[in-house]
T-cell receptor
Framework: DQQVKQNSPSLSVQEGRISILNCDYTNSMFDYFLWYKKYPAEGPTFLISISSIKDKNEDGRFTVFLNKSAKHLSLHIVPSQPGDSAVYFC????????????FGKGTKLSVIP | DTGVSQNPRHKITKRGQNVTFRCDPISEHNRLYWYRQTLGQGPEFLTY????????KSRLLSDRFSAERPKGSFSTLEIQRTEQGDSAMYLC?????????????FGQGTRLTVV
């Protein structure tokens, strides 16, 4: 039972345009959400996060939006750059003293020059 | 190199053999995590240590798996009587005690292939 779902395995975007990566979750206990970026042969790298008490968090070119009622979050990258080409994982944390993250399957983003 | 270090990077073993992986976290990090990632999936949580205490374990961590962090520094993950289904990337991460899960830094992983 996938509690964090990334339904798009891949996404291609032209350089300079916006990339939108989507993530849905089913567990209402999740209270903190994260996006990780992973290059081949490297471990995941933390990118940006959002608490469930917010609906938006921005960090430079990266913005995460959270829609709690829809149990949906999205990562916007604008403008997209070729170096953004990687696999992006959505992850969720349920708090309450747990340090476990639940990850989605990932979306492979390709930014075309 | 001050990042999370995992050894070996690759391990090929025959079914039924035991294997042990090592993780050296960032030196001042008290928290250490193990995850497993299979092909086409995201990382799956295995276990969490605060210093030497193992505080959280996933049901994925069957009795063939054991993790230790004897002095609160490096950690080992042992798999006994390996099975082909154990083939995966095993990821270690660490974070400082004053941070949350977002501050976890991942290592490059150990890729296990069971033949």
């Amino acid at each position: 039972d996938q509690q964090v779902k990334q339904n798009s395995p891949s996404l291609s975007v032209q350089e300079g345009r916006i990339s939108i990566l989507n993530c849905d979750y089913t567990n209402s206990m999740f209270d903190y959400f994260l996006w990780y970026k992973k290059y081949p042969a490297e471990g995941p790298t933390f990118l940006i996060s959002i608490s469930s008490i917010k609906d938006k968090n921005e960090d430079g070119r990266f913005t995460v939006f959270l829609n709690k009622s829809a149990k949906h979050l999205s990562l916007h990258i604008v403008p997209s750059q070729p170096g953004d080409s990687a696999v992006y994982f959505c992850a969720a944390h349920s708090g309450a003293g747990s340090y476990q993250l639940t990850f989605g399957k990932g979306t492979k983003l390709s930014v075309i020059p | 190199d001050t990042g999370v270090s995992q050894n070996p990077r690759h391990k090929i073993t025959k079914r039924g053999q035991n294997v042990t992986f090592r993780c050296d976290p960032i030196s001042e990090h008290n928290r250490l995590y193990w995850y497993r990632q299979t092909l086409g999936q995201g990382p799956e949580f295995l276990t969490y240590f605060q210093n030497e205490a193992q505080l959280e374990k996933s049901r994925l961590l069957s009795d063939r798996f054991s993790a230790e962090r004897p002095k609160g520094s490096f950690s080992t993950l042992e798999i006994q009587r390996t099975e082909q289904g154990d083939s995966a990337m095993y990821l270690c991460a660490s974070s400082p005690s004053q941070g949350g899960v977002a501050e976890a830094f991942f290592g490059q992983g150990t890729r296990l292939t069971v033949v």
